[in-house]
C-alpha cells in the first residue's frame, strides 16, 4: 500500500456551528487515514482602536473566554476519541486568531488544515478580516474550508 500523504491533520475550531462541521470533516479524514488529529483553538486577542498615538492595543484575555476555548477542544477532543481516532491532540492558544493558527502550523507541520467558514458579509469581512482566507493565503500546507450544508427550502 502507497504511504498516505494524511499523516496530521489539524482542524481549528471556535465552538461554532461552522467549526463543527470543520471538526466533523477533520474526524471523518482522520478516521479514513488513519492519520493523527490536532485540534487547536485560540482565544482571540480583540485589538482595540484607542487613539492616533497608540491606535491599537489587545487588551487581556480574560481567564473565563481562555476557559470557554479549553471547554470547546476537551469536548472536540471527547468526540473524536468517541468516533475511533487513534491519536488525538488538543491546543488552545490566545492571540490573533489567524496568527496563531499559522503559528502553530509553522511550529507544528501538518498534512492538511481544516477550518470552517464563519460566511460573513462582504461589509463584515472587509471590516473584520477572515480567518479562513487568512489560513487560505498563508498556510504551509493543503487547506480544506468547510461551510455549512445547505438548508433546504422549508426545513
Known sequence: ??????????????????????????IDLALRYQAELVLLTVAPFVPAYV???DPFVAPPISQ???????????????????AGVAHVTGVCEEGIVAEMILDHLEKQPSDLVVVG????SATRRLLLGSVSTAVVHH?????????????????
Open 1 to 26: 500500500m502507497a504511504d498516505p500523504w494524511l499523516r496530521r491533520i489539524t482542524v481549528a475550531l471556535d465552538g461554532s456551528a461552522n467549526g463543527a462541521a470543520a471538526l466533523a470533516a477533520g
Open 51 to 53: 487613539g492616533p498615538n
Open 64 to 82: 473565563s473566554s481562555v476557559a470557554e476555548y479549553q471547554k470547546v477542544v476537551a469536548a472536540a477532543v471527547r468526540q473524536a476519541e468517541a
Open 117 to 120: 467558514s464563519r460566511g460573513l
Open 139 to 155: 498556510a504551509p500546507c493543503p487547506v480544506l474550508v468547510v461551510r455549512p450544508a445547505p438548508t433546504k427550502p422549508g426545513a
